[in-house]
């Protein structure tokens, strides 16, 4: 009985280194299938990162192209808005010089109404005319040729100081 137990015991053993081998076999198996699987992800994890910088990268190019545009428009716009500005500084040099024209008319008219003490002036709406005959002279006449050769007011933007 002792050489059957010796020998079972011998087949035991070799039972056991093999199914060892097989479950490192086993063990290597997976190691080489994770190892392989962890690659994989890598260069998915790699493709998907280079996705997303060279995405990131045609943003930039996009953004650079529309904050150009806007700066070329706000450089149009203001360009556009120095010259009304111009435009306007001359008009109120214009509107001033013809404010105090006209101020000096309405003193001319008065003058020349206080001159005639109301005699010989018909009103008219119009203005002011003489009736026929009667004689003011030069000075007492608004219309006098001195304000009807007037040359037009002229203003530009280099007259006035900011």
Same mark, same amino acid.
């Given at each position: 009985?002792?050489?059957?137990?010796?020998?079972?015991s /011998? %087949? %035991?053993?070799?039972?056991?280194?093999?199914?060892?081998?097989? $479950?490192? #076999?086993?063990?290597?198996?997976?190691? +080489?299938k +994770?190892?392989?699987?962890?690659?994989?992800?890598? +260069?998915?994890?790699?493709?998907?990162?280079?996705?997303?910088?060279?995405?990131?990268?045609?943003?930039?190019g996009? $953004?650079?192209?529309?904050?150009?545009?806007?700066? @070329?428009?706000? *450089?149009?716009? @203001?360009?556009?808005?120095? *010259?009304?500005?111009?435009?306007?500084?001359?008009?109120?040099?214009?509107?001033?010089?013809?404010?105090? +024209?006209?101020?000096? $008319?309405?003193? !001319? !008219?008065?003058?020349?109404?206080?001159? *005639?003490?109301?005699?010989?002036?018909?009103?008219?709406?119009? /203005?002011?005319?003489?009736?026929? /005959?009667?004689?003011?002279?030069?000075?007492?006449?608004?219309?006098?040729? #001195?304000?009807?050769? #007037? #040359?037009?007011? @002229?203003? *530009?933007?280099?007259?006035?100081?900011?």
């Amino acid at each position: 009985m002792a050489s059957s137990s010796g020998a079972s015991s /011998g %087949s %035991s053993l070799l039972q056991n280194s093999g199914s060892e081998e097989d $479950l490192q #076999q086993l063990m290597d198996q997976r190691k +080489r299938k +994770r190892m392989i699987s962890n690659r994989e992800s890598a +260069r998915r994890s790699r493709m998907r990162k280079q996705k997303h910088l060279d995405d990131l990268r045609g943003e930039l190019g996009l $953004l650079r192209k529309e904050n150009n545009q806007i700066i @070329t428009s706000m *450089s149009v716009t @203001t360009q556009h808005y120095m *010259s009304i500005e111009s435009d306007n500084s001359v008009l109120r040099a214009q509107v001033a010089e013809l404010s105090h +024209r006209l101020e000096a $008319l309405n003193e !001319i !008219i008065s003058l020349s109404e206080a001159i *005639s003490g109301g005699f010989g002036v018909v009103e008219e709406p119009y /203005g002011v005319v003489a009736e026929p /005959g009667a004689d003011f002279g030069f000075m007492n006449n608004p219309w006098s040729y #001195q304000y009807v050769n #007037q #040359q037009p007011i @002229t203003a *530009s933007a280099e007259m006035l100081q900011y």
